[in-house]
């Protein structure tokens, strides 16, 4: 079985602000691991995924997440925020057999002030 | 990628009554997961949804609470039953094709 934990609840940071959002996981297995992400009043988007290869993945807007496997962590981060990145972020896990399920984190509230 | 439509959209029920929410995938997956969101919460997996077995629940979840039917390979419905104001709460439909893809989800509302 796989486990997800997510360090912070909430975090505050000033626009053009670095952020790093922790991620660290547990598994048995080799894992697939994603970070998603839910804006205000609106459903789960995937905002990055590792499967395999490269252990640095990145996003469209400018986020990334490195994989690594001897801190069994995956955490996300931006170098320069935006208001508009005001969200909540999931991490999450799944084996890579095709019957597992995937376990979300407890989410972190990235809140961006001016 | 998957296209999940999912209905109803929102809901008020009374307490004690049932609520049947319908999951539509645009093509045929194996598996379909139904999961919980509570306010402010992130998502619990409330059980696995099977075309032609019984679901797989999860810990703290039993089928007398949420009976799932999943009668063909693009199609599952939840219930919510004997509602409570406790099951308030976003319900969500999803299917994997390694990352998960999620339906709107039903916000319900048990007064």
């Known amino acids: 079985a796989q486990s997800v934990t997510q360090l912070d609840s909430q975090v505050p940071v000033f626009e053009e602000a670095p952020v790093e959002l922790r991620c660290n996981y547990s598994?048995?297995?080799?894992?697939?691991l994603f970070w998603y992400v839910q804006y205000p009043n609106q459903g789960l988007q995937l905002l990055l995924k590792y499967l395999s290869g490269s252990t640095l993945v990145e996003s469209i807007n400018g986020f990334e997440a490195e994989f690594n496997k001897s801190q069994t962590s995956f955490h996300l981060r931006k170098p320069s925020v935006h208001i508009s990145d005001t969200a909540e972020y999931f991490c999450?896990?799944?084996?890579?057999?095709?019957?597992?399920?995937?376990?979300f984190g407890s989410g972190t509230r990235l809140s961006i002030r001016p | 990628s998957a296209v999940i439509s999912q209905k109803p959209s929102r809901d008020i029920c009374q307490r004690g009554t049932s609520l049947t929410i319908q999951c539509q995938v645009d093509?045929?997956?194996?598996?379909m997961f139904w999961y919980r969101q509570q306010p402010g919460q992130s998502l619990t997996l409330i059980a696995t949804a099977n075309q032609g077995s019984e679901a797989t629940y999860e810990s703290g979840f039993v089928i007398d609470k949420f009976p799932i039917s999943r009668p063909n390979l693009t199609f599952s419905t939840l219930t919510v039953s004997n509602m409570s104001p406790e099951d308030s709460s976003i319900y969500l439909c999803?299917?994997?094709?390694?990352?998960?893809?999620f339906g709107q989800g039903t916000r319900l509302t048990v007064v």
């Open positions: 999803s299917v994997a094709q390694i990352e998960a893809f």
């Open positions: 598994s048995s297995v080799s894992v697939y």
């Open positions: 093509s045929q997956v194996t598996m």
């Open positions: 999450a896990v799944s084996g890579r057999s095709s019957a597992s399920k995937i376990i």
